[in-house]
């Protein structure tokens, strides 16, 4: 189990501050995140800067006004993401790494998060508020072995004006997926169903529940997490967690320095004291090569349940993506690749391994 640390205060919903800061308290969840044993002490009280100089292009996508409704919606993802880096300091501590080598040269691939599919909680409840500022829908993967589906959605073609700094730099690709609970057994659906039931209209405000860090439901028995967790630890890991952020990406071939190369940086990273996710190799490369990801182990945090029971469970990770050009584009001068010119979209192997970052196996591995 990791070491406990002070909690934090979650960022309010209509607080969007442009900087990431960490107040002193929360009473969110009743959560405690979970230090990671190697993180640098000195990083928890330094304030975040995160920037890229690459805009993403996808000329058939909506626009969104700079002025207007955008601000707003980046104002939404500066609070999903002060939720995310206020409860696992992990990913806070490795963003700060890379920022310190890269002088503020960080985008964001995509985000990603995770659903119940029932009762209106699934894929539809996140997506309907990407999709009202400007995303587009496209290809879905489907995951038989764990009972998953994913949708993931790109971001409207001028959503960058110049580079920008974290979430005012190009707007990352939305990867959201959903249990699909028919699937499971009568329990286990009878705990989802329970608990999305007693949430009424909650599955309409998935995005200001991820925005807050509160669950739309209320606090579960801890023997109802250990039924799912016996089954399906995405299962265990929603009903916890809720629409909280699952993890953000890197994108690595945007960085500036050698860390561009996914391979050294993950090196650099085992190197800083941080365990990455050893399911099907450190290295997830899909069939054609030009997709390569990993990801970190995902932080710990302490969940009071409503029995008044209070255990570790899984919270998020980050994750690093390195999109290689097409093959017609090969010839490029570099300085003159795209976005556009790169792999796009996902690969379901990959994206299955990558989901065991939140598993017990690798959360409890040694070395």
Same mark, same amino acid.
């Given at each position: 189990?990791?070491?406990?640390?002070?909690?934090?205060?979650?960022?309010?919903?209509?607080?969007?501050?442009?900087?990431?800061?960490?107040?002193?308290?929360?009473?969110?969840?009743?959560?405690?995140?979970?230090?990671?044993?190697?993180?640098?002490?000195?990083?928890?009280?330094?304030?975040?800067?995160?920037?890229?100089?690459?805009?993403?292009?996808?000329?058939?996508?909506?626009?969104?006004?700079?002025?207007?409704?955008?601000?707003?919606?980046?104002?939404?993802?500066?609070?999903?993401?002060?939720?995310?880096?206020?409860?696992?300091?992990?990913?806070?501590?490795?963003?700060?790494?890379?920022?310190? &080598?890269?002088?503020?040269?960080?985008?964001?691939?995509?985000?990603?998060?995770?659903?119940?599919?029932?009762?209106?909680?699934?894929?539809?409840?996140?997506?309907?508020?990407?999709?009202?500022?400007?995303?587009?829908?496209? /290809?879905?993967?489907?995951?038989?072995?764990?009972?998953?589906?994913?949708?993931?959605?790109?971001?409207?073609?001028?959503?960058?004006?110049?580079?920008?700094?974290?979430?005012?730099?190009?707007?990352?690709?939305?990867?959201?997926?959903?249990?699909?609970?028919?699937?499971?057994?009568?329990?286990?659906?009878?705990?989802?169903?329970?608990?999305?039931?007693?949430?009424?209209?909650?599955?309409?405000?998935?995005?200001?529940?991820?925005?807050?860090?509160?669950?739309?439901? /209320?606090?579960?028995?801890?023997?109802?997490?250990?039924?799912? !967790?016996?089954?399906?630890?995405?299962?265990?890991?929603?009903? &916890?967690?809720?629409? !909280?952020?699952?993890?953000?990406?890197?994108?690595?071939?945007?960085?500036?320095?050698?860390?561009?190369?996914?391979? !050294?940086?993950?090196?650099?990273?085992?190197?800083?004291?941080?365990?990455?996710?050893?399911?099907?190799?450190?290295?997830?490369?899909?069939?054609?090569?030009?997709?390569?990801?990993?990801?970190?182990?995902?932080?710990?945090?302490?969940?009071?349940?409503?029995?008044?029971?209070?255990?570790?469970?899984?919270?998020?990770?980050?994750?690093?993506?390195?999109?290689?050009?097409?093959?017609?584009?090969?010839?490029?001068?570099?300085?003159?690749?795209?976005?556009?010119?790169?792999?796009?979209?996902?690969?379901?192997?990959? !994206?299955?391994?990558?989901?065991?970052?939140?598993?017990?196996?690798?959360?409890?591995?040694?070395?």
């Amino acid at each position: 189990m990791f070491a406990t640390t002070k909690s934090s205060t979650l960022s309010s919903f209509f607080f969007f501050s442009r900087t990431i800061s960490v107040p002193s308290k929360s009473n969110f969840w009743n959560l405690v995140p979970m230090k990671h044993p190697s993180s640098p002490g000195h990083l928890a009280s330094r304030t975040l800067h995160v920037s890229c100089n690459s805009p993403l292009q996808h000329a058939s996508q909506r626009s969104l006004s700079i002025e207007g409704g955008e601000g707003f919606f980046r104002g939404v993802l500066e609070s999903m993401q002060s939720v995310y880096l206020n409860r696992n300091p992990t990913a806070k501590a490795i963003l700060e790494l890379v920022h310190s &080598v890269e002088n503020n040269s960080i985008c964001y691939d995509h985000l990603a998060f995770r659903t119940f599919g029932v009762n209106g909680y699934g894929i539809d409840s996140m997506a309907s508020f990407f999709l009202d500022y400007g995303y587009s829908q496209r /290809e879905e993967l489907i995951f038989p072995a764990k009972k998953l589906r994913a949708l993931w959605f790109s971001p409207p073609a001028d959503s960058q004006a110049g580079s920008g700094s974290g979430i005012d730099g190009p707007l990352p690709r939305i990867f959201i997926s959903e249990l699909l609970v028919d699937q499971m057994s009568p329990q286990t659906q009878e705990i989802i169903r329970k608990y999305t039931e007693s949430s009424g209209d909650g599955n309409k405000y998935a995005a200001l529940a991820s925005s807050l860090g509160h669950l739309t439901w /209320e606090k579960p028995l801890y023997s109802e997490f250990q039924q799912l !967790a016996s089954e399906s630890e995405y299962a265990a890991w929603t009903l &916890v967690n809720g629409y !909280a952020l699952n993890h953000v990406t890197i994108s690595t071939h945007r960085l500036n320095t050698h860390l561009k190369d996914i391979k !050294a940086l993950n090196q650099f990273i085992e190197e800083s004291g941080f365990r990455l996710n050893s399911e099907g190799g450190l290295l997830k490369v899909s069939p054609d090569g030009l997709l390569q990801q990993s990801s970190t182990v995902a932080d710990s945090i302490s969940f009071q349940f409503s029995d008044d029971i209070i255990e570790s469970v899984p919270c998020s990770y980050i994750e690093f993506a390195e999109r290689l050009v097409l093959p017609q584009y090969r010839n490029l001068p570099d300085t003159e690749v795209k976005e556009f010119h790169r792999r796009d979209g996902f690969e379901v192997a990959s !994206a299955d391994k990558i989901f065991e970052s939140t598993s017990k196996e690798q959360l409890s591995r040694v070395g």
